[in-house]
């Protein structure tokens, strides 16, 4: 059975940093690609980096510079990391992990979690 589950998150001053995991189940073969997504309060939800097989990363023009998307994986599980420093106010949002399977062709997302950073 595919988990995501994510972690991480918080309260922040304008300016701090915060880091975000995400595991997932399977391999380094078996997923495609991981990433984040957010969506703030009246907004759509935008892709914000991601992480190839081949490690291949993209991010959203807002935050490069400033977030650095990372992964590692140990038997059955993928992690991924998003260190995000330098936050500002327009970072505030709920993120969502996803995971992207070979077998698969839909993405399989995590629970959610709340950044608010305060001005």
């Known amino acids: 059975q595919v988990q995501v589950v994510e972690s991480g998150g918080g309260l922040v001053q304008t300016g701090g940093s915060l880091r975000l995991s995400?595991?997932?189940?399977?391999?380094?073969?078996?997923?495609?690609?991981?990433?984040?997504?957010?969506?703030?309060?009246?907004k759509q939800?935008?892709?914000?980096?991601s992480i190839a097989r081949d490690a291949r990363t993209?991010?959203?023009?807002?935050?490069?510079?400033?977030?650095?998307?990372?992964?590692d994986s140990a038997k059955n599980t993928v992690t991924v990391y998003l260190q995000m420093n330098?936050?500002?106010p327009e970072d505030t949002a709920v993120y969502y992990c996803y995971a992207d399977y070979r077998e698969s062709v839909n993405k399989y997302w995590g629970q959610g979690t709340q950044v608010t950073v305060s001005s």
């Open 22 to 42: 995400c595991a997932a189940s399977g391999t380094m073969f078996s997923i495609n690609a991981m990433g984040w997504y957010r969506q703030a309060p009246g």
């Open 45 to 49: 939800r935008e892709l914000v980096a």
């Open 58 to 71: 993209n991010y959203v023009p807002s935050v490069k510079g400033r977030f650095t998307i990372s992964r």
């Open 86 to 88: 330098s936050l500002k």
